[in-house]
């Protein structure tokens, strides 16, 4: 099996590479990325260090090629697999505790990509990134603004609990990130419940919304106006 994961492996680094790589690499020209899978491939930030790049081109040629997903070894001997690819979008279980998701968004003139990294550790807690088709990561000050607190409460007016009472209670701040496979918003959610005084969470949770949701404008994420 390992023998043959070594054969496959060759071949799909061969296939990407001649995806990718043309005469405008030999010139020295930054080669672009405009798929979701090569995208994936040529991801090299520390979200996704575990796996290197001849194991992500394995899982893309198995999703790809033999509709299969498979559980491939990790650099530190566990496992990961893509959990859902599309043209558009991409999920992978890199570890028991954290998932990677990558999503093609639109603008006017190129395509870019947005990444979300969760870890599930007492609590979920996400990062969010942008990089353009040469997989440069991007300035997200322009892009996207991560929500206020106060984001995700309904408090009616005239309620006996004040918005300044629940940061005092919340503290700190974890949020967990998600992408949708079949459209460009992105959702958030508040995950604080697990390191919160119980009390104080029962009270917080009464005005608590289950998620945000912001919309991609072809320029940024907007945080979606409740009705």
């Known amino acids: 099996m390992r023998k043959l994961l070594l054969i496959v492996a060759t071949f799909a680094m061969l296939c ?3 995806g990718v790589a ?36 394995v899982m893309v040629y198995f999703a790809t090629e033999m509709d299969s997903l498979i559980d491939v070894p990790t650099q530190l001997g566990g496992m990961a697999r893509i959990e859902k690819l599309t043209p558009d979008y991409i999920k992978v279980g890199v570890t028991e505790v954290s998932t990677f998701e990558m999503r093609t968004l639109p603008t006017k003139k190129d395509s870019i990509f947005v990444a979300v990294h969760t870890v599930r550790g007492q609590a979920a807690d996400s990062r969010i990134d942008f990089y353009d088709k040469y997989m440069a990561k991007i300035d ?11 984001d995700f ?33 992105l959702r958030a959610r508040l995950t604080v419940d697990k390191h919160m005084n119980q009390d104080d969470y029962n009270i ?6 289950d ?9 940024r994420y907007r945080l979606r106006k409740e009705k």
Request: aromatic share 12%; hydrophobic share 35%.
């Open 204 to 209: 917080i949770r009464l005005f608590l919304r």
């Open 16 to 18: 990407f590479r001649s």
């Open 22 to 57: 043309d005469d405008n690499t030999a010139r020295g020209i930054v080669p672009s990325y405009p798929t979701i899978d090569k995208a994936f491939i040529a991801f090299h930030d520390k979200q996704l260090q575990l796996l290197d790049v001849d194991t992500k081109a």
């Open 211 to 219: 998620s945000i949701v912001y919309d991609w404008d072809g320029k």
């Open 140 to 150: 997200d000050k322009k892009l996207f603004a991560e929500p206020k607190l106060k």
């Open 153 to 185: 409460f309904d408090i009616p007016r005239g309620s006996l609990t004040k918005m300044s009472e629940i940061e005092q209670m919340v503290g700190f701040t974890t949020i967990e990130y998600s992408l949708n496979d079949e459209d460009n918003t």
